[in-house]
């Protein structure tokens, strides 16, 4: 999953990009996914992953 997935997803707007943001790093946060380490580090192309992944 990553920020456009994401927005694509729930049909969201790219100017809704920073909504989605916060909805990822709260989600983060509670532990709930976790970043992708075989993709880039950027924080742009972040992917996440289940935390059961």
Avoid at 15 to 31: E, F, N, Q
């Amino acid at each position: 999953m990553s920020n456009q997935t994401l927005r694509e997803r729930f049909r969201l707007a790219p100017s809704k990009a920073a909504t989605v943001s916060l909805i990822i790093g709260a989600t983060k946060d509670a532990g709930l996914i976790k970043a992708d380490e075989s993709e880039s580090a950027s924080t742009r192309y972040a992917r996440y992953l289940p935390f059961w992944a």
